[in-house]
């Protein structure tokens, strides 16, 4: 069974330019997060999905950042503009319902110049 | 307030040598608990989780926490690492139990040879 997909794996874009990342989760699986993770951090959730339904984007800035997840399966991640400070990677994860386990994608390393 | 304490940012170990990586949550609450581990370029894979019951929980490659209550920690040990357990690790709770998933800063944990 194929993991979670995230692409591209990396991103090098210029600021004020947008940006957006695409996720796959696990078959099945109705839960779905993205997560910042900034060097030397751990991750900060940004959004949580259930299905389609946004139930948590309250850490998401909402200036800047959106997200979707049109028919409760693929979701997509934009940054428009991005600034230099955005520079981290972009994790995904899934989990199925009332599990709590999630499993993250390899993430996305984005570069802002 | 930090939900996830992981007050050791590096720890050197070496190989064959026991291993214990400190974490602590501030909630009354007994939260769902979890270990994850990055290897460098990868995603996060879950070691262990604690939801009820035996205190001690077991998980794969061979690492085992131990939740205390009267502590509020959760702390992940293993009686000998090997070289191949060089990574990042991470404490996460899901505090109200509700899919909201909280890291801690990580653990580097680095092995001598």
């Known amino acids: 069974e194929a993991g979670v997909v995230q692409s591209p794996r990396y991103k090098i874009i210029e600021k004020k330019q947008p940006v957006a990342f695409w996720c796959n989760p696990i078959?099945?699986?109705?839960?779905l997060y993205w997560y910042l993770q900034n060097l030397g951090q751990g991750p900060e959730l940004l959004i949580r999905?259930?299905?389609?339904?946004?139930?948590?984007d309250s850490q998401l800035p909402k200036d800047r950042f959106s997200a979707e997840r049109l028919k409760g399966v693929d979701s997509t991640l934009k940054i428009q503009p991005a600034e230099l400070g955005d520079s981290a990677v972009y994790l995904c994860?899934?989990?199925?319902?009332?599990?709590?386990?999630?499993?993250f994608g390899q993430g996305t390393r984005l570069t802002v110049v | 307030a930090q939900s996830v304490t992981q007050p050791d940012i590096h720890i050197t170990v070496s190989e064959g040598a026991s291993l214990e990586l400190r974490c602590n949550y501030s909630y009354g609450a007994t939260p769902y608990l979890f270990w994850y581990v990055q290897s460098p370029g990868q995603g996060l894979q879950l070691l262990l989780k604690?939801?009820?019951?035996?205190?001690l929980v077991q998980g794969i490659k061979g690492f085992e926490a131990e939740f205390k209550r009267s502590q509020s920690s959760f702390n992940l040990r293993k009686p000998s690492v090997h070289w191949s357990d060089a990574a990042e690790y991470f404490c996460?709770?899901?505090?109200?139990?509700?899919?909201?998933?909280?890291f801690g800063k990580g653990t580097r944990l680095h092995i001598l040879p």
């Open positions: 999905y259930e299905n389609e339904e946004a139930v948590d």
């Open positions: 604690y939801f009820s019951g035996d205190t």
């Open positions: 078959s099945g699986h109705n839960t």
């Open positions: 996460a709770v899901d505090r109200n139990r509700d899919d909201k998933i909280i």
């Open positions: 994860a899934s989990s199925s319902r009332g599990s709590t386990e999630a499993f």
